[in-house]
Structures are given as structure tokens and as C-alpha cells.
Nanobody, 122 residues
Framework: QVQLVESGGGLVQPGGSLRLSCAAAGFTLDHYTIGWFRQAPGKEREGVSCISSLDGSIYYADSAKGRFTISRDNTKNTMYLQMNDLKPEDTAVYYC???????????????WGQGTQVTVSS
């Protein structure tokens, strides 16, 4: 059974940091392109960052560049999203995903975690 389970969300003040984790079960993460997406209330789910399985290239949305870092630990079959200098506009439910694609496009992915809430507020 393919399963992705996120953790690490929470409430943080502007300028703070969080690290999201996503543990995979039932398949091996390093065989797939992996990614983090987020969905704010009333908005579509958008790509934050992905690592391509083809060549290891990393995509960051403009909003994430310089502040977020995606990584994976193949020994733990887990992916991470380190988020620094968080802003109120980063508030959203964050989802991890994995799929057979070279793009960081929502419709290319079929397997999703349940999501973890990140709230940035003073």
C-alpha cells in the first residue's frame, strides 16, 4: 500500500522556521520525482518545490527561492522541506507527493499525503 505521511506543521511567528517531513511507505522514494505543494484557503494547490528523479534537478517556486530547501534521506525513505524566514502568505496546508514525472505540476502526481497545516501569524 502506497502511503505518504506528513508531519512538522504548526503555528510559527513571521520570520520563524519549520521543517516538514514526509515518510513514505510501500514504495521507494528515490525512484520517483518528489515534491511539496501547498494550498491556501480559496486557492488552488500550487507547487512549492520538487526534486526530479531523472537528474536530481530541483525546482523552487519564486515564493520559495532563498527561503525553503527540499531534501530527501533515502536511508529513511523520507523527504523534507526546511522553511526559513516564514511569512504570513506561507500559511497553507502543505502536501507531499511522489510520481513518475519530470515536472513539478500538480496534475502529474497521483499519490498525496494527508497534508499538514502551516500557520504563520504573530
Amino acid at each position: 500500500q502506497v502511503q505518504l505521511v506528513e508531519s512538522g506543521g504548526g503555528l510559527v511567528q513571521p520570520g520563524g522556521s519549520l521543517r516538514l517531513s514526509c515518510a513514505a511507505a510501500g514504495f521507494t522514494l528515490d525512484h520517483y520525482t518528489i515534491g511539496w505543494f501547498r494550498q491556501a484557503p480559496g486557492k488552488e494547490r500550487e507547487g512549492v518545490s520538487c526534486i526530479s528523479s531523472l537528474d536530481g534537478s530541483i525546482y523552487y517556486a519564486d515564493s520559495a527561492k532563498g527561503r525553503f530547501t527540499i531534501s530527501r534521506d533515502n536511508t529513511k525513505n523520507t523527504m523534507y522541506l526546511q522553511m526559513n524566514d516564514l511569512k504570513p502568505e506561507d500559511t497553507a496546508v502543505y502536501y507531499c507527493t511522489a510520481g513518475i514525472t519530470t515536472r513539478c505540476v500538480r496534475t502529474d502526481f497521483a499519490s498525496w499525503g494527508q497534508g499538514t497545516q502551516v500557520t504563520v501569524s504573530s
